[in-house]
């Protein structure tokens, strides 16, 4: 969501650039599954099998879209192959389409400002939360962990659950 | 029957009833109603793989959207759908980046999602592989801590992780010294 406001990685010469597409569209679904994304840059070896689809004209002219590339061990090397794929995310993509779609180029920029801006205010709000610690004073993109690890919030942490409540992953624990 | 499994279901909690922060990157986001309106519809729910194009228009150019649509948010060139997941998708990323043993440039572990960092961990140990990964200065990834290209080791391979306070680092300062250990680089969006 964020990439609708900072610069795009490939501006900077990144090869790949891989993120999540949950937010895009997708529920939570018992954990899955979900749709990730993960764009290579033409000449680095692909690290993984993957497909691809372009545009094409037909012999009459008329658009058309193929599978282009398929990089898939089980078509390639058959009994050798190591790797077989078989489930397809495609429904988790076309629920990110759609929504990237129903956004629109104007919507993803104005989504990720509120979302940077609100992040900045949950900093701001936690921060003045006597035995929450910020971990850095980086700009952060929305996902926020607070790393408070008192006495207090350990027992807040247990009894979270039964109020309603789940906290994330505790970083004071690494 | 149906009374009975509705009982059953009705003892699960879900995010409309509770607050979660569980999903270590996977949260309880706003779906608009026109997703499930056009996923739910019988072509796009229920279509075999477009192995033959003249009946797969449809499927095809969702995901050449797709592409198209993260290609310009992540910048030029080219993408795949990935089609691993979790844990499995973290190591198929990391694996063929993995040199020789000696080389070792790798993201801190400690920075990963429990359940990826045992995967990846797994895989090190049978590779071979010690090393802390490059260590955070202030919350982002210390370019001074990276290796440089030495004549004696083979390709270092030095990767991003996400961190788990997910700062925004500074490509533009990074990537060439990446590059300059002789890795590839790979950006992380996490949200």
Redesign the interface.
Known sequence: MTLGVLRPPGDFGVDIAVGGGQPLGNRLDYGGPVVRLLRRTAGVPAPHPGRHRRRDDDADGRRGFVLTLQTREQHIRRERATSNITTAQTLNALAAIVYLSWLGRRGIVEIGELMLQRTAYARKALAAVEGVELLHEQPADPRVSPSASTPTSRRDRIAAPNEGRHPGYPLGAD | VYAHLRELASRNVS?D?????????????Y??A??DS??SRSE??T?Y???Q?EVS?G?????????T??????????????????PE?AR??R???LPAPQAHALPDL?RR??ARRETLRDDERGLGHRGPGVPLR???TDADALPRRSATTSRPSSSRSRT?????ED??AL??RV?ECGA????????
Request: aromatic share 8%.
């Open positions: 995010t009833d509770e607050l979660s922060f569980l999903g270590a990157g996977m949260y309880d986001h779906v608009p026109i997703v056009i996923i796009f729910l279509p793989t477009p192995y194009p228009q499927t095809l150019q969702l995901m050449f959207e797709y592409q649509a993260i290609s310009e948010l992540t910048g030029p060139a080219r993408l795949e759908r990935d089609a691993l997941r979790g998708r198929r990323r694996l063929p980046r400690a999602a429990p202030d919350g982002v788990s306070s997910a700062p925004v490509l533009e990537v060439p590059k590839i680089a790979v950006a992380r969006a996490t949200r």
